[in-house]
């Protein structure tokens, strides 16, 4: 079992920043492949970023690619999200998750097995 628990959320300016972090339970954290999704009011949640068990393989969505960066720190059981130039559209509920699966699957929502509770993140116009 892996808990994960969201923080770093909050309401910010159009073309700033934030940090996100996703702290795990367990000692097996290093083991799964960690990935940032979000979900806005009346849509689908979407994939944002992923991160490899190695960390050495990143995967992010076309609207974040460039302003996103997806981090992780096994020491201390952590997955970062650097977000930067924030947009409007990007006002969301930011959710991590962990699971195991092959690389190029890391953007399939269904792959991942444990989720957050999520973080919300409104940026203002």
């Known amino acids: 079992q892996v808990q994960l628990v969201e923080s770093g959320g909050g309401l910010v300016q159009a073309g700033g920043s934030l940090r996100l972090s996703c702290a795990a339970s367990g000692r097996t954290f290093s083991s799964y492949t960690m990935g940032w999704f979000r979900q806005a009011p009346g849509k689908e949640r979407e994939f944002v970023a992923a991160?490899?068990?190695?960390?050495?393989?990143?995967y992010y969505a076309d609207s974040v690619k460039g302003r996103f960066t997806i981090s992780r720190d096994d020491a201390k059981n952590t997955v970062y999200l650097q977000m930067n130039s924030l947009k409007p559209e990007d006002t969301a509920v930011y959710y991590c998750?962990?699971?195991?699966?092959?690389?190029?699957?890391?953007?399939?929502?269904?792959?991942?097995?444990?989720w957050g509770q999520g973080t919300q993140v409104t940026v203002s116009s």
């Open positions: 998750a962990a699971g195991i699966m092959a690389l190029s699957t890391m953007q399939t929502h269904g792959k991942y097995d444990y």
């Open positions: 991160i490899s068990r190695s960390g050495s393989r990143t």
